[in-house]
């Protein structure tokens, strides 16, 4: 089953649209990159995920029911919004056996998740003196709890040293290996590239693509096969749809071996000819640069 | 139910804002209690049962403000951390929740409130000025009454945390609702500005603890009045908290 279903969703704020008419499908065993810029409408989203805040209109269901339907929530989803956002006075043990208490989960997982992020040491220390890294971690600890399907995070990375990245990196593609659904929010182009299978990008509150990595480097507008030849100018003419540079032609719309079969049947040689992959983060840029709130 | 006041016990067990404000409530009721009747006897002064029972119980009007501060940050604490979001993650059904903090909140600040409220007494009265007792008429009532109108105090604090979710202004709330305007009230002209001054909250409340201050109002009917008004926020509340984006 889909493990997280948006319908239409949309969330205005007086007359500021944070999220427009939003539909998109996250699925399970895989990592979901939930991509835009800052105030793109990410974390509203997610909020409205955890029934946290109401959607204004439209609707989101998490394994087929909305949020506040779910008996013990966290444990079927886990979710890690803001690290800091703890009371500081209580120990990392206390906060986490009350959120274990409040889904009836046993007291022995509390030491378990604990001991699984690396903070068993400090398990009795008040969280309020906890640095970021040792927040996020906690962060995690929570929702894992519950050992739950479906896992979101917002920003885990934001703030963190390479280590901690690379912790979380980890542990994101671990836990979508277990077959668990793991839907990871940033803004970061190149972090998704470490991490996620699949991606829902938008800007703006709204939808701009949903699709796999691969795909949506591929169906990049700067993807282009660069062709170079003796004979460049006969060659721009067979082939039609070339961009004519000084010293190679670049097409767009033909892959290589169309290219080289054409270039052949006409007895044409070439010198080079070669498919020019975009990166993830020139896709991006593409893609959302009509959908930035604010430009430098 | 029984998860929600578990998970909500270990909240409030774990953080120092409990034990300050529920030491701070105890230590007002003894302290102001010793203080007065301690003054009384030395200045020689023969005091009446009912009378010494009453000084020994004089410190409500203050320990009611720290207990008031407790129930605010029972709430408001979370919403100045952003832990709400947490706990509105693990139980999203926030009627639930609400209800559950007002359970355990309530639970364990009857014990704490009656526990002080006796040990004034049997400090003050009957220890110091000596001429009131348990067996004295009237005051165990005093005693078990004082202890519920602090009770009472904690809620009506808990309510305002809970509807303003804002520590600084919640508190505020509660000083000029509980102890600010009922002395204000006393101003108004008339017969109904009497009637508003028997009415409103603590000048109705009180009278569970001190009774025979009121013209409308006995010790049942003014706690049912002032629970009444706390009642009424926690409704407000409740609405709000289940309408508002967390």
């Not at chain 1, 805040?53 to 909305?66: E, H, M, N, Q």
């Not at chain 1, 054409?262 to 959302?288: I, K, Q, W």
């Not at chain 2, 409220?117 to 220890?127: K, R």
Request: proline share 4%.
């Amino acid at each position: 089953m889909t493990a997280i279903r948006a319908t239409s969703l949309s969330k205005h704020y007086g007359k500021t649209v944070a999220v427009a008419d939003l539909s998109f499908d996250v699925e399970p065993g895989q990592v979901t990159g939930f991509l835009g810029p800052n105030g793109a409408g990410k974390s509203t989203t997610m909020r409205m995920v955890l029934g946290l805040d109401r959607p204004s209109t439209g609707a989101v269901l998490v394994d087929g029911r909305p949020y506040q339907e779910l008996r013990h929530p966290l444990r079927k989803v886990g979710a890690l919004l803001d690290a800091k956002a703890v009371h500081g006075g209580r120990s990392a043990r206390n906060h986490l056996l009350a959120i274990a208490q409040s889904n009836a989960i046993e007291a022995s997982r509390v030491e378990e998740v604990l001991e699984l992020v690396g903070l068993s040491q400090v398990a009795k220390r008040r969280i309020g003196g906890f640095s970021l890294g040792m927040s996020q971690r906690l962060g995690i600890a929570a929702a894992l709890l519950g050992d739950p399907e479906i896992l979101l995070f917002d920003e885990p990375v934001n703030g963190l040293d390479p280590d901690g990245i690379l912790w979380i990196r980890t542990l994101m593609r671990d836990l979508a290996a277990e077959g668990r659904t793991v839907f990871v929010s940033s803004h970061l182009m190149s972090e998704m590239a470490q991490t996620a299978d699949h991606l829902i990008v938008i800007g703006r509150g709204r939808l701009i693509a949903d699709t796999s990595v691969q795909e949506f480097i591929g169906r990049s507008s700067q993807g282009y096969v660069r062709v170079r030849s003796p004979r460049l100018a006969e060659v721009a003419e067979l082939v039609k749809v070339g961009e004519l540079h000084p010293d190679h032609l670049r097409v767009t719309g033909l892959d290589p071996l169309e290219i080289g079969t054409m270039t052949a049947r006409a007895g044409l040689p070439l010198e080079e000819l070669t498919f020019v992959r975009p990166s993830l983060e020139a896709a991006y840029m593409e893609l959302t640069k009509d959908s930035l709130e604010f430009t430098s | 139910m029984i998860d929600i006041l578990r998970s909500e016990w270990t909240k409030i067990r774990s953080v120092r804002s409990t034990v300050w404000t529920l030491a701070a409530t105890a230590l007002l009721m003894v302290g102001i209690s010793v203080l007065l009747t301690v003054a009384i006897s030395n200045s020689g002064q023969n005091m009446a049962g009912d009378e010494a029972t009453r000084i020994s119980l004089a410190g409500v009007l203050f320990a009611q403000l720290s207990i008031a501060t407790f129930g605010v940050l029972v709430v408001s604490s979370e919403y100045r951390t952003g832990a709400i979001r947490t706990t509105f993650m693990a139980v999203p059904k926030r009627l639930r929740l609400l209800t559950g903090k007002v359970v355990v909140f309530t639970v364990v600040t009857l014990a704490v409130c009656i526990a002080s409220t006796f040990a004034a007494f049997l400090l003050g009265g009957q220890l110091i000025l000596g001429t009131t007792s348990l067996s004295e008429p009237g005051a165990p009532a005093a005693i078990l009454g004082s202890g519920l109108y602090l009770t009472a105090g904690g809620l009506f604090g808990l309510a305002l945390g809970a509807l303003i979710r804002h520590t600084p202004g919640a508190v505020v709330s509660a000083i000029a609702l509980m102890y600010v305007l009922p002395q204000l009230t006393g101003l108004l002209p008339g017969q109904w500005g009497a009637t508003v001054d028997d009415y409103f909250t603590t000048n109705a409340g009180m009278e569970v603890a001190i009774p025979g201050q009121n013209g409308s109002l006995g010790p049942w009917s003014g706690y049912g009045v002032y629970l009444v008004w706390i009642a009424v926020t926690l409704l407000v509340a409740a609405v709000l908290m289940r309408r508002r984006d967390a």
